[in-house]
């Protein structure tokens, strides 16, 4: 454990009465600025609110802990320009003394021409426009700046990750520890062990890049997760009693509410720490970003089943091979997983209703397919079909540490049903398979491609923690990493659009019907056009 006489973070005064508008670290002139609060914090953990209020420039710095509310600063440019910006030490610790950027030193950077980011460099949230759209909604570009705020010899740095297992965790550790090292010559970095209750309730370890330098090549975390053990008050105290003062945070949205909730806490008082996110899920369920590590490995992996159980079903008359994969409330791994596949005859997603029997049903689908091929694979998302099995499902209104909804398993359930149907009907014999590959999916280290996105999301923290930023989650959107705000990730989860066109390849591929009826298909419909007019609006006024 690292001595817990280590210099605390300064801690700045104060603020004088007197309101001040916050500055910006780009230098850039602002030609209208303002501080939002868009989600007011609910004394308990975690609980948000839509309502949006206004805050007067300069009021953030004198909230309470009680009250204590997310204020995202709002840049307003030129032709509906809009940059949701990310929060920065000097927004509540003014007159911050800054330092050159080591990189323009280092030797693995003398062959770039422009290896620090224009401080102008936005990315936009959308990018398919028409001749006559506004500029609409950006995020601020990540990337290494040329002053930093924080010496390299002062910094101390904690890594911790929660939640469930994911491919690519230990890349992501192994990369944050590397970057600070090699990059910014940072050489205190502490592992938090067992997710957020580690910083209170377990010893930290240090760590150098020699000890994680082959971390990559293992699955799980080598710094162990838990769910829950959120304790915001125990855990900023932890953070300033060890003298930390940059804090990486790896998990899904839960896990990134929580980073937001321990950011507020700092920020009340006015400490020199940056809080700094990674967004983690295999279900890539993730707002805003273009997707989460581990995504690609999951799809690649699931392969694997897939084959299996399209080896199991073609071997015997009537075979049908049922696959269950991630996919609580989003059902993509299920989605790219068939696309990828093309042996699959039904994908079943959280986002999709269906029924089972009738015309047109489920097992009426089953059955023809059966006809016409002698065999079918079907995969379903762990999240399908809630509403079916609603009255045998106890635990429908439980969730566990992390605040997810329990299910009971939709596969087995399922399983179960098809061959009551076909036994009930005496009409022909199947032959069923059920196959759940989720925890042998969960624990493999990440492939080629999502290994190179990690390095991309640690690094592109790193530079952003030292540049000062703070109270933000880093992404890839639209192909470019970027900053975005800890609330604008967490306020809505990503989900499969069923009337996209993605959808659409995917049911021209499997060659099954949607189990829409037209109900289904306008509340779709009214849901994206709602979702299409939220966002133009958003992006004329500024608003999330």
Known sequence: MHPSSAADPPAVPAATSEPHEPQSPTGRQILDFEL????????????????????????????????????????????????????????????????????????????????????????????????????????????????VYFESDDVLACIVTCGGLCPGLNTVIREIVCGLSYMYGVNQVLGIEGGYRGFYARNTIQMTPKSVNDIHKRGGTVLGTSRGGHDTMKIVDNIQDRGINQVYIIGGDGTQKGAAAIFEEIRRRRLKVAVVGIPKTIDNDIAVIDKSFGFDTAVEEAQRAINAAHVEAESVENGIGVVKLMGRYSGFIAMYATLASRDVDCCLIPESPFYLEGKGGLFE??????????????????????????????????????????????????????????????????????????????????????????????????????????????GLVNGRQTYIPFERVTQTRNKVVITDRMWARLLSSTNQPSFLSSKDVDEANMTDEQRKQTSEKNCDNGSV
């Not at 949006?52 to 300069?58: F, K």
């Not at 007159?95 to 950077?109: A, F, I, K």
């Not at 009409?427 to 493999?444: E, G, H, Q, S």
Request: hydrophobic share 35%; glycine share 6%; charged share 20%.
């Open 36 to 147: 939002r609060n868009s989600i007011p914090r609910l004394p308990a953990p975690f609980s948000s609110s839509s309502t949006a209020l206004h805050l007067a420039p300069g009021s953030a710095s004198n909230m309470s802990a009680t009250d204590a509310e997310t204020t995202v600063k709002i840049v307003k440019g030129e032709f509906g320009y809009v940059l949701e910006d990310v929060p920065h030490l000097i927004d509540y610790i003014p007159d911050l003394p800054t330092y050159p950027n080591p990189l323009q030193d280092n030797p693995s950077y003398s062959v770039v021409k422009q290896y620090f980011v224009n401080q102008d460099d936005t990315v936009p949230r959308k990018v398919v426009v028409q001749i006559d759209s506004p500029r609409g909604l950006h995020f601020r570009r990540a990337g290494p700046r040329q002053k």
């Open 365 to 474: 689908y089953i059955e023809k397919t059966l006809k016409e091929n002698g065999h079918m694979v079907l995969v379903v998302a762990e999240g399908a079909g809630q509403d079916l099995i609603a009255e045998s499902m106890k635990t429908m209104d439980h969730e566990d540490a992390s605040g997810n909804k329990l299910l009971l398993d939709v596969g087995l359930w399922l399983s179960q049903r098809i061959k009551d149907y076909f036994s009930s009907r005496q009409k022909m014999v199947i032959n069923l398979k059920y196959i759940d590959p989720t925890y042998m999916i969960r624990a493999i280290p990440s492939n080629a491609s999502d290994n190179v996105y990690c390095t991309l999301l640690a690094q592109s923290a790193v530079h952003g923690a030292m540049a000062g930023y703070t109270g933000f989650t880093v």
